[in-house]
């Protein structure tokens, strides 16, 4: 960026999000916070990101938002394949996580949330890896849950099984745009989510069960509402499909980074900070 910077070229820079972590991770955050008040923009994928940029020092007007698109890279399988390539039984009630296995993610809430549904007939397929995976499944054990989390690892062109899913539960703790949640979208499949980062610009309780992050008593209530209600949650799947298809298509995104790129190549850019 410096190089660019002297030889006149515009920066442009796009941010996911800031994990926190370990203090190594924190401090490399924090120079990249300090590095883009130089940049000519920065674009971030929330509105609460764009929030945060501004706090660390970024010029407001430098700041733009653009949502993740969304583009099918392969085709899904249907129900029943989907459910042979996980070796999921093809009669069960299946909560799906998919993602990483890492503190933000909130794996673990979702195990906290199962022993909350001991009544409900259900099983909890994980597809993902991550640093996690074994305090996890130490975790699973310690709740009694050995007999209904199934733990699938890393697993190629993971969106095509989503289908496999009753339901779609995204724990985070922190987000920026999650794509998995497009990938859940684009399958019809019921979503219940936690609210955080710019999950409620991309479902709107009328498209998905959105809850407090860190909160597994309410997580396990979504999900039983899901159970107990298939139909309203096939509504709210079909209508979750809609908005992917209307609001999250590659055209407008391409469109919004080429009006940024065109605003920067004309030196149309607030002061530098310092």
């Not at 800031?18 to 994928?45: I, S």
């Not at 909130?106 to 001991?118: E, N, Q, S, W, Y």
């Not at 597809?127 to 989390?149: E, I, K, S």
Request: proline share 7%.
């Amino acid at each position: 960026a410096g190089v660019a910077r002297r030889l006149g070229i515009p920066v442009v820079t796009t941010v996911h999000g800031f994990t926190g972590g370990g203090w190594k991770n924190r401090a490399y955050e924090w120079l990249q916070r300090r590095a883009f008040r130089r940049f000519d923009a920065v674009v971030a994928v929330s509105r609460p990101l764009c929030d945060r940029l501004a706090r660390s020092g970024v010029p407001r007007p430098r700041i733009h938002t653009v949502p993740n698109a969304w583009r099918r890279m392969s085709a899904p399988l249907d129900r029943v394949a989907a459910r042979r390539a996980l070796g999921i039984p093809r009669d069960d009630f299946v909560v799906g996580w998919v993602g990483r296995l890492s503190h933000e993610k909130g794996p673990d809430v979702l195990l906290d949330a199962i022993p909350h549904l001991r009544d409900v007939s259900l099983g909890v397929s994980v597809v993902g890896t991550g640093a996690q995976r074994a305090a996890l499944q130490a975790r699973a054990r310690d709740l009694g849950l050995n007999g209904r989390v199934r733990w699938h690892g890393a697993v190629p062109d993971a969106d095509r099984l989503f289908p496999a899913f009753d339901v779609f539960v995204l724990s985070s703790r922190t987000e920026g745009t999650p794509v998995v949640l497009f990938e859940a979208m684009a399958a019809n499949v019921p979503i219940v989510t936690t609210g955080v980062g710019g999950v409620p610009d991309v479902v709107s309780p009328a498209e998905a069960a959105l809850v407090r992050s860190e909160d597994p008593v309410a997580l396990a209530a979504e999900i039983r509402g899901v159970h107990a209600d298939r139909e309203a949650a096939a509504r709210r799947a079909r209508a979750a499909h809609a908005r992917l298809e209307r609001d999250f298509g590659v055209a407008p995104w391409l469109d919004r980074y080429e009006a940024i790129y065109q605003l920067v190549s004309h030196g149309v850019v607030a002061p530098a900070s310092v």
